[in-house]
């Protein structure tokens, strides 16, 4: 069946330092990637996406590429900073099973100033 | 835009009744509204996944007699959970989507229930 595998949490990391959240999937088809965030209270909010193969999702800094030969979508940014602080879902939506956002654990993030 | 809420963010109720949660897509119109939940630092986990007009449908198991769906129009989904006890308190998120298939799914904020 279709999953997600991140690293586990917590992160701890200082301001401006590198980060990177590895992310590895298993699905059948060929599904579309995500990250998600949700801030301390709030929602889920899209991060960034990719939708096929060697696509690059960027937003805010934070990059992550469509990986199919290593079934990977690792998250990265190159200076982060104390609001990035956060949990950081991975996901995958495929065709199959009528379109089901299929969710990593989560990571969490933090970030000391 | 895309903007989905829940209500209420947090409810507190006694083992034995039932509790209702709202979501809401404010200002699109949500074909598709799916329901989660969360455990502590755990995962979303997807409980059933409704559409417009149609029953829900309901993951693998999840009780559909003890997790109500109802999405009677295009802007609200309820989730109402009878007879809670201890174990069904939890974090229960929704989203919502403009249409069926690969449309973008907008996330509520959240209600997290206790049942004491």
């Known amino acids: 069946g279709n999953s997600v595998t991140q690293m586990e949490g917590p992160v701890t990391l200082s301001e401006e330092a590198f980060l990177t959240i590895n992310c590895t999937y298993t699905?059948?088809?060929?599904?579309?990637l995500f990250w998600y965030v949700q801030y301390p209270g709030e929602g889920l909010q899209l991060l960034l996406k990719?939708?096929?193969?060697?696509d690059k999702g960027s937003n805010k800094g934070f990059e992550a590429t469509y990986r199919k030969e290593t079934t990977s979508f690792h998250l990265e940014k190159g200076s982060v900073q104390v609001s990035d602080s956060a949990v950081y879902f991975c996901a995958l939506r495929t065709n199959t099973g009528g379109f089901k956002t299929i969710f990593g654990a989560g990571t969490r993030l933090f970030v000391k100033a | 835009g895309a903007v989905v809420s829940q209500h209420p963010s947090w409810v507190i109720c006694k083992s034995g009744t039932s509790v209702k949660i709202e979501c809401r897509s404010l200002d699109f119109q949500a074909t598709t509204m799916f329901w989660y939940r969360q455990f502590p630092k755990q995962s979303l986990m997807l409980m059933a996944t409704?559409?417009?007009?149609?029953?829900?449908?309901?993951e693998q198991g999840v009780e559909k007699d003890k997790f109500l769906i109802n999405h009677a129009s295009l802007t609200l989904s309820t989730l109402t959970v009878t007879s809670a006890h201890p174990e069904d308190s939890s974090f229960y998120i929704c989203s919502a989507s403009p249409g069926q298939g690969p449309y973008e799914q907008y996330f509520g904020p959240g209600t997290r229930l206790t049942v004491t």
């Open positions: 990719a939708t096929k193969a060697d």
């Open positions: 699905a059948t088809g060929y599904p579309s």
């Open positions: 409704s559409n417009e007009g149609s029953k829900a449908t309901y």
